[in-house]
């Protein structure tokens, strides 16, 4: 079992930034895919941002590619995803995911979420 407490979330102006953190208890998060997904009130969860077990590889959404940063630090069991130039459409809540066989952009392959945290973008 993996456990995921997202933090980092907030209220800011559009143009800011904030830098979300996922970490991990249970198990070792270096065996571990991770992903970052949002979802706005009254719709579905979507795709941000995943990155490989060893940091490796990272691909991301359309709508966050060059703006949103994926990263990770194994020794401290975290992941963390960087959000700069934000928008009001970036506005949601934002989950963190692990799987034990990949990274994906697909939410059905995770096995395991984290809470979310809220994000709120003004105009």
């Known amino acids: 079992q993996v456990q995921l407490v997202e933090s980092g979330g907030g209220l800011v102006q559009a143009g800011g930034s904030l830098k979300l953190s996922c970490v991990a208890s249970?198990?070792?998060?270096?065996?571990?895919?991770m992903g970052w997904f949002r979802q706005a009130l009254g719709k579905e969860r979507h795709f941000v941002a995943t990155?490989?077990?060893?940091?490796?590889?990272?691909y991301y959404a359309d709508s966050v590619k060059g703006r949103f940063t994926i990263s990770r630090d194994n020794a401290d069991n975290t992941v963390y995803l960087q959000m700069n130039n934000l928008k009001p459409e970036d506005t949601a809540v934002y989950y963190c995911?692990?799987?034990?066989?990949?990274?994906?952009?697909?939410?059905?392959?995770?096995?395991?979420w984290g809470q979310g945290t809220q994000v709120t973008v003004s105009s």
């Open positions: 995911a692990a799987d034990h066989d990949s990274y994906y952009t697909d939410p059905l392959e995770y096995d395991y």
């Open positions: 249970g198990r070792t998060l270096s065996d571990y895919g």
């Open positions: 990155i490989s077990w060893s940091g490796a590889n990272t």
